[in-house]
């Protein structure tokens, strides 16, 4: 089990707005550390969706967003799109680790 | 144009080390800031940080398998290597290396991230 927890899928119908959470601890995301997200469409390489918590590389539609608060982030989109089902993970950085990175176990994102 | 890709071999027995090359471009990792990572992803399961390594040498591991992985760099040949010792079946997994990322206004993050990853190689641990 990681320590960044997500649910392990999420679903919605075309047009909605889906929220993807990553629940953290005061050792990860409750001690400033940012939060990426990364997009994994399937049998695909994961893309990076969001980083620096809210930051959308060029070329992310900005039907995605990421936030941040206490000790956990979210992933929203907005006017869900076939093209969105893929498999989600939120990524940061645990000091009791004595690691550099971690990432969430991801999330399955179901369109209707 | 960033690139990069992973190369080693599909199938390793039970005890044996793996080693993966990861070769790339459009990029130099002489560059101040520049870091490679390794990550992994067992079938149907989620992903997993193995390695990183930066310009300056400077190499992180998984708390959790630190005692079986070597990351290493060769700048000339824009490759990066990672070796895995003692292979088990539960380290049957796809490999990615990715590119640290570089935001062009705030520079490199202090939790990096991967913006770019190749297309990732399966290797399979059986006898």
């Known amino acids: 089990q990681s320590v960044l927890t997500q649910p392990p899928s999420v679903s919605g119908a075309p047009g909605q707005r889906v929220t993807i959470s990553c629940t953290g601890s005061?050792?990860?995301?409750?001690?400033?550390?940012?939060v990426h997200w990364y997009q994994q469409l399937p049998g695909t390489a994961p893309k990076l969706l969001i980083y620096?918590?809210?930051n959308r590389p060029s070329g992310v539609p900005d039907r995605f967003s990421g936030s941040k608060s206490g000790t956990s982030a979210s992933l929203a989109i907005t006017g869900l799109q076939a093209e969105d089902e893929a498999d989600y993970y939120c990524q940061s950085y645990d000091s009791s680790l004595s690691g550099h990175a971690v990432f969430g176990g991801g999330t399955q994102l179901t369109v209707l | 144009q960033i690139t990069l890709k992973e190369s080693g071999p599909t199938l390793v027995k039970p005890t044996q080390t793996l080693t993966l090359t990861c070769t790339f471009s459009?990029?130099?990792?002489?560059?101040?800031?520049?870091?490679v990572g390794w990550i992994r992803q067992p079938p149907g399961k989620a992903l997993e940080w193995l390695a990183l390594i930066y310009w300056d040498d400077d190499k992180r591991y998984s708390p959790s398998l630190k005692s079986r992985l070597t990351i290493t760099k060769d700048t000339s040949k824009n490759q990066v290597v990672l070796t895995m010792t003692n292979m088990d079946p539960v380290d049957t997994a796809t490999y990615y290396c990715?590119?640290?990322?570089?935001?062009?206004?705030?520079?490199?993050?202090?939790?990096?991230?991967?913006?770019?990853w190749g297309q990732g190689t399966l290797v399979t641990v059986s006898s």
């Open positions: 620096g918590n809210s």
């Open positions: 459009g990029f130099s990792l002489s560059t101040s800031g520049v870091g």
């Open positions: 990715a590119s640290r990322g570089y935001d062009i206004l705030t520079g490199y993050y202090r939790v990096p991230y991967f913006d770019y």
């Open positions: 005061s050792s990860n995301i409750g001690a400033g550390y940012d």
